[in-house]
C-alpha cells in the first residue's frame, strides 16, 4: 500500500503574527513568575491581597502557556517518529501528529487572543437605539417598523429590556422615528455595529405597479449612561443651557396648558436635544439629559477608537454614521452587510432577530481582530 | 379617522400641541369612541388633565367620586379632579428647587404647612423627594373636594398621616380659612413650623376675565381669583407668621407669586413678616414665580 508522505506542518511560529501573540503571552507569564518572587514570606501584607487578586485572574494566561510549551514539545517528539523505521510507530505519529497541531493551531488562533484582548470597557453599557426614517417617505417608515420590531425580538432573546421612549408615526403609515431603552449586559457592545445607514429593497406595499423601490433608514446607537455610570464628569452643568419651549404669557395659575417641551444645548460641542414626549416638564428634562449623557459618550468612545493605532485598517469604522452599511433585499430574500462583506440568504431569519445574531457576531469578531492588531503593534 | 380627531384639535390647540395631545390620548386607549369623546371634550375647553386619567391599575386601588384625571408633578403621577386647581410646571419647577435647599434629616424632622394645599402637590412632591422619616407636612383647603383629593394624593403616593407614621414622611390634609382672622384657632394646625409654603390665588380680576375657557371654565375661582386686594393672602400669610412661636428658628417661607408681584410680595414678606434673606426666585420660562424668605 503506497504510503502517504508525512505532512509537515510549518511550525506556527512562523506566522509573524502569532509569534507577536506567543512573545506577548511570554512576556506576561515573565510578570506573573515576578509577582509571585515578590509575595511576601507569610503573605501578610496589603499589596499581597492585590497580587494575589492579579495572580488568580491571570490563571487562565499561564494554564495556556503552560499548555502551548507543552503541546509544542510533543510535537516536536512526535516529529521525530514521523520517520520511523516501524510502520504501526509512523502510523502512531501520523495521527498524534495531527491532533497535536489542531491543539495547538487552536490555542494560538483562538484561546490565546481571547485571553489577550482587554476586556471591553463598554460591556456593562445599556444602549440607546434611535431609529430615523431616510429617503423613501412612507416606505421608509413602514421599513423603520420592521428594523424595530426586529431590535425588539432580538432584545427579548438576549433578555434585554426595552423601552420605547420615544415614538412619532407617520401619518401614511409606518413610523417616522423612534427612540429605545435596551437595558442589560452587553447591549452597547451588541448594538453598537448597527449604526449608520441600512437600505431596504422591495416593493412597496403602497405601490400599485409592483416596481421596486429602494428606502433608507438611519440607525444610531449610543452608550445608556445611568446617572451613577459616569466615574468621571462628562459634562458640566454651567454647560447646558436648559429652554422651555414656548412663552406662557403670565403662565403660573393663568394658564392649564401642558407646556412640558425642553430643550438642552451642550456650549461646548453644541450638541441639542429636544424632548416633548411627556407631559411633565421633568420628566422630559430627565429624559433629555438622559439623551445629552448618551451623546456625549458616544462622542468619548468615538474618539478612543479613532485614537487607536490599528496598522490593519478595520472593516468596521465607527466615524461616519452616514454609511450604507447593510442592503436589505426582499426580492431575492437576502442580507448583505457591506462593512465585511457578508450576505445571509435567510432574510426573514435577520427580521426575525435570529440571523441578526450572525451579523453581529461577525462583525464584534472583526472589531475584536483589530482591537488585537492595535495591541500587538503597541507592545 | 386620526386625522379628522387631528385636525379637530389642531384648530383648537395649534399644531404642535395638538399633535402631542392627540398622541397622549392615544397612549391613554385604543377605543375609538373614547377617543373621539377625549377630543370632544378637550375642544370644549375642558382641560388636557381632567380627561387623561392614571393606568387603570390606580383605578382598582382608589374609589373615586367624580372623573378621573392625572397630572405627572415631579417624578410623581398626581390625581387631577375638577374645580381642583391642576397643578402647574412653575410650580413643579419651584418645589424641586426647593427641595434642594432644606437641610434635612430623619433625626430632627422639619414640620410643614401649605396653605391652599388644593391636590397636595407641594407638600405631596416634598415628602417624596426629602430623605424618609425627615417632614412631617400639613396641607390646609378651604375646599371640602380640594381636601378629598389632596388625601387620596397622599394615598396615591403611599405617603401617611401623621398618625401612622413609621419612618416615612407624613401629610396630613386639614380645613381651614387662610383669609380668617381667627385661622389659627380655627384650623388644626400647629405652630411652630420650619417650612410654610403657598401658592395662593393671585390673579386679578381684570386678568380673571380674560383668562382661557379651561382654566375659567373648569378650575375654582376659589383657588385663582385673589380678591379685591389680588395681594390680600400674600398679607394675610405675612400677619400669620409674624406671630411669635408660629415659625422655628431658621425658618423658611416660599411663595408663589402671579407675574409682576414679585417685588410687592418681597417687599410684605421684609416688612409686614420681619423676615430676612428675601430671595425671588424665577420660573423656566424666566419670570419672577417665588419669593423665598428666610427668618
Known amino acids: ?118 476586556s471591553s470597557t463598554t460591556a456593562n453599557l445599556s444602549a440607546m437605539l434611535e431609529l430615523k426614517s431616510g429617503v423613501g417617505g412612507s416606505e421608509s417608515s413602514l421599513f423603520l417598523s420592521d428594523l424595530l420590531r426586529m431590535y425588539l425580538r432580538l432584545a427579548n432573546v438576549r433578555r434585554w429590556q426595552t423601552t420605547v421612549v420615544s415614538q412619532n ?25 448597527e449604526s449608520g445607514v441600512h437600505r431596504v429593497q422591495r416593493v412597496p406595499a403602497t405601490e400599485a405597479s409592483g416596481r421596486v423601490h429602494t428606502s433608507t433608514v438611519a440607525v444610531i446607537v449610543l452608550p445608556l449612561m445611568e446617572e451613577s455610570d ?31 417641551a425642553v430643550r438642552l444645548t451642550h456650549i461646548p460641542t453644541g450638541i441639542t436635544v429636544s424632548m416633548q414626549d411627556e407631559r411633565s416638564q421633568h420628566q422630559n428634562r430627565r429624559r433629555a439629559f438622559t439623551v445629552l449623557r448618551s451623546r456625549l459618550m458616544d462622542i468619548k ?35 448583505t452587510d457591506h462593512r465585511i462583506g457578508l450576505t445571509l440568504k435567510n432574510l426573514s431569519s435577520v427580521l426575525e432577530g435570529d440571523g441578526l445574531q450572525d451579523f453581529i457576531y461577525e462583525i464584534k469578531k472583526d472589531h475584536d481582530e483589530s482591537v488585537l492588531e492595535d495591541m500587538l503593534s503597541t507592545e | 379617522m386620526a386625522s379628522k380627531l387631528l385636525s379637530a384639535l389642531t384648530a383648537a390647540l395649534g399644531p404642535r400641541q395638538a399633535a402631542n ?72 419647577h419651584w418645589v424641586i428647587k426647593l427641595a434642594e435647599r432644606i437641610p434635612a434629616s430623619p433625626e430632627s424632622p422639619k414640620r410643614l404647612l401649605d396653605l391652599g394645599t388644593g391636590s397636595g402637590c407641594i407638600p405631596l412632591l416634598l415628602c417624596h423627594l426629602l430623605p424618609q422619616g425627615s417632614l412631617r407636612a400639613c396641607g390646609v383647603d378651604i375646599s371640602e373636594r380640594a381636601l378629598r383629593l389632596a388625601t387620596d394624593n397622599a394615598e396615591l403616593c403611599s405617603t401617611p ?61 376659589k383657588a385663582l381669583f385673589g380678591g379685591p386686594d389680588v395681594l390680600s393672602f400674600y398679607h394675610a400669610i405675612a400677619s400669620l407668621v409674624r406671630k411669635n412661636g408660629f415659625l422655628r ?20 414678606m421684609r416688612i409686614e413678616a420681619h423676615m430676612h434673606d428675601v430671595e425671588i426666585w424665577s420660573d423656566p420660562w424666566g419670570k419672577h414665580r417665588t419669593v423665598v424668605a428666610h427668618l
Do not use: C
Not at chain 2, 380673571?208 to 373648569?218: C, N
Open chain 1, 230 to 260: 459616569t466615574t468621571e464628569e462628562l459634562f458640566s452643568m454651567d454647560d447646558v443651557k436648559v429652554e422651555v419651549m414656548r412663552a406662557r404669557g403670565a403662565g403660573g395659575q393663568h394658564v392649564n396648558r401642558t407646556e412640558s
Open chain 2, 21 to 92: 395631545e392627540l398622541r397622549w390620548f392615544q397612549q391613554h386607549t385604543t377605543s375609538t369612541s373614547d377617543l373621539a369623546e377625549m377630543v370632544q371634550r378637550r375642544v370644549a375647553g375642558e382641560p388636557l388633565q381632567y380627561i387623561l386619567g392614571p393606568s387603570t391599575l390606580f383605578l382598582f386601588i382608589l374609589v373615586l367620586n367624580s372623573i378621573l384625571g392625572s397630572q405627572p408633578f415631579g417624578p410623581l403621577n398626581l390625581l387631577a379632579r375638577p374645580p381642583v386647581l391642576i397643578p402647574r410646571p412653575e410650580t413643579e
Open chain 2, 161 to 221: 398621616t401623621e398618625a401612622r407614621a413609621g419612618h416615612k414622611n407624613t401629610f396630613m390634609a386639614t380645613n381651614g380659612n387662610i383669609l380668617s382672622p381667627s385661622f389659627s384657632a380655627d384650623a388644626k394646625i400647629n405652630p411652630p413650623y420650619d417650612i410654610v409654603t403657598s401658592n395662593p390665588p393671585y390673579i386679578p380680576w381684570d386678568e380673571y376675565l380674560h383668562l382661557p375657557r379651561s382654566v375659567s371654565a373648569y378650575e375654582d375661582p
Open chain 1, 1 to 118: 500500500m503506497p504510503e502517504s508522505p508525512p505532512s509537515r506542518t510549518p511550525p506556527p511560529a512562523a506566522d509573524s503574527e502569532n509569534v507577536r501573540l506567543i512573545r506577548i503571552l511570554e512576556k506576561r507569564v515573565e510578570d506573573r513568575k515576578r509577582l509571585t518572587s515578590e509575595l511576601s514570606e507569610d503573605l501578610s501584607s496589603p499589596s499581597d491581597i492585590v497580587r494575589l487578586k492579579q495572580l488568580k485572574e491571570t490563571e487562565p494566561l499561564q494554564t495556556a502557556w503552560d499548555q502551548w510549551v507543552n503541546t509544542r514539545q510533543l510535537l516536536e517528539e512526535t516529529d521525530a517518529l514521523l520517520n520511523d523505521p516501524d510502520e504501526t510507530m509512523r502510523a502512531l505519529a501520523n495521527e498524534e501528529h495531527k491532533q497535536l497541531s489542531a491543539s495547538l493551531s487552536s490555542l494560538v488562533e483562538t484561546t490565546i487572543p481571547s485571553l489577550l484582548i482587554p
Open chain 2, 249 to 268: 428658628p431658621g425658618a423658611i417661607i416660599a411663595l408663589e407669586v402671579g407675574h409682576k408681584q414679585a417685588q410687592d410680595v418681597e417687599q410684605i
Open chain 1, 301 to 335: 468612545l468615538t474618539r478612543e477608537i479613532a485614537e487607536r493605532r490599528a496598522t490593519r485598517q478595520s472593516l468596521v469604522r465607527t466615524a461616519d454614521r452616514s454609511e450604507k452599511i447593510r442592503t436589505y433585499n426582499f426580492a431575492q430574500e437576502r442580507v
Open chain 1, 169 to 193: 408615526e407617520n401619518e401614511g403609515g409606518g413610523i417616522k422615528d423612534a427612540i429605545v431603552e435596551v437595558k442589560g449586559e452587553g447591549a452597547y457592545d451588541a448594538l453598537r455595529w
